[in-house]
């Protein structure tokens, strides 16, 4: 059973109490100022946003692979995102909170919390887990290009790659499935003898990567959302929102993998996304043979010479092949339903260390 943080918040009055729309329980307190700080804001109202686009009947474009690891683009149901209404009474919309789904997979020094955990109030089961990356369009690599080749940076924490293998060994949580896993991983896992030793696992990069590309071919027909990607258009000189503002792309477990090959590599030293291939590869070879790994080991062993609080990055050039659609160019949530998302002058209560908190709390005529 799913346990939740705090105790459920009582309904805000729109208009009257600061709030954010279709939040009617949640960890967060909105009528307090410490809700609105700028690591709280960049889930929740991104939370709020996909509530909103539910409620007009638009739904996120969701990047998914396919049969042949192409990325392809879809759309998703908000119901079928968060595994629940996001509009419902059952709705409990959980903030950087475990989740218990997939603690069996892993142990570690301490239990890594997830973004935003939806819960089923009426059961008491975490319905989904997502990671929330709210992030502006076009980044400083794209600003200078035409609408259509605009892109976001995007950057990944470890912990995604952690939620990302225990996604993919949920698919395989028997024995026939740890089995079938193995064997797709091959025997690479069993050659290397010191993980922590570049020498010893570059000249298997290419190896690790081609199965951990079958094991998303293989898994082509089961991937689930992952990450929760806002993005907040900017007019061409950074300066103002533009007209056609919001829109969510959401990324599958599987189209994650892809974002992380779109870099060239070095050949000679082990880069940041190569490095998370080999986490990936490591946790899951470790998941076939004992049933879960250790998440704490493998990421501070093998670090090859890297911080390890996060796990890569990728810019908007990167990011625009892999996300180019007309929602793209042209979001679909205008500014002025800005003031529709935050509900009775909860802006005041924003304290603008982020461009977007800064944005909105310099355009207060977007709430008259």
């Given at each position: 059973m799913a346990k939740k943080d705090t105790k459920e918040v009582a309904c805000f009055v729109e208009g009257v109490l600061p709030g954010l729309f279709g939040q009617k329980y949640s960890s967060r307190d909105y009528r307090y100022e410490d809700s609105w700080g700028k690591n709280q804001f960049n889930s929740?109202?991104?939370?709020?946003?996909?509530?909103?686009?539910?409620?007009?009947?638009?739904?996120?474009?969701?990047?998914?692979?396919?049969?042949?690891?192409?990325?392809?683009?879809?759309?998703?149901?908000?119901?079928?995102?968060?595994?629940?209404?996001?509009?419902?009474?059952?709705?409990?919309?959980?903030?950087?909170?475990?989740?218990?789904?997939?603690?069996?997979?892993?142990?570690?020094?301490?239990?890594?919390?997830?973004?935003?955990?939806?819960?089923?109030?009426?059961?008491?089961?975490?319905?989904?887990?997502?990671?929330?990356?709210?992030?502006?369009?076009?980044?400083?690599?794209?600003?200078?290009?035409?609408?259509?080749?605009?892109?976001?940076?995007?950057?990944?924490?470890?912990?995604?790659?952690?939620?990302?293998?225990?996604?993919?060994?949920?698919?395989?949580?028997?024995?026939k499935g740890k089995n079938r896993l193995h064997s797709i991983l091959n025997t690479i896992g069993s050659e290397i003898k010191n993980w922590s030793e570049i020498r010893q696992v570059l000249p298997h990069y290419k190896a690790i990567c081609k199965a951990i590309l079958d094991v998303s071919i293989d898994l082509s027909n089961k991937q689930i959302p992952l990450i929760i990607q806002p993005i907040w258009k900017t007019d061409k000189k950074l300066k103002d929102f533009a007209d056609d503002c919001l829109d969510v792309f959401v990324w599958s477990n599987l189209s994650v993998i892809q974002m992380c090959l779109r870099e060239t590599n070095a050949d000679n030293d082990i880069s940041r996304n190569q490095r998370t291939i080999i986490w990936l590869y490591k946790m899951l070879w470790d998941f076939s043979l004992y049933g879960s790994f250790n998440y704490t080991g493998i990421v501070n062993e093998l670090a090859y010479n890297y911080k390890t609080d996060k796990a890569f990055s990728i810019s908007g050039k990167l990011t625009n092949p892999l996300m180019r659609c007309p929602e793209l160019t042209k979001p679909r949530i205008s500014k002025y339903e800005i003031k529709n998302i935050i509900l009775g002058d909860g802006q005041k209560l924003l304290s603008p260390e982020r461009r977007f908190d800064a944005f909105i709390v310099s355009h207060p005529e977007l709430f008259k």
């Open positions: 929740s109202f991104p939370a709020s946003l996909v509530a909103y686009m539910g409620s007009k009947g638009v739904n996120p474009i969701y990047i998914c692979t396919n049969k042949k690891n192409e990325v392809v683009h879809k759309t998703i149901n908000t119901t079928d995102l968060f595994g629940v209404n996001p509009l419902g009474e059952d709705a409990y919309y959980n903030y950087e909170a475990e989740y218990y789904p997939y603690e069996q997979f892993y142990y570690a020094a301490k239990k890594e919390k997830i973004d935003l955990v939806m819960i089923n109030r009426s059961t008491e089961v975490a319905a989904s887990g997502l990671e929330v990356k709210l992030t502006t369009l076009p980044d400083n690599t794209t600003k200078d290009l035409e609408e259509s080749e605009y892109g976001s940076e995007i950057v990944v924490r470890s912990p995604t790659i952690l939620f990302l293998a225990c996604s993919i060994c949920s698919c395989y949580n028997s024995e």
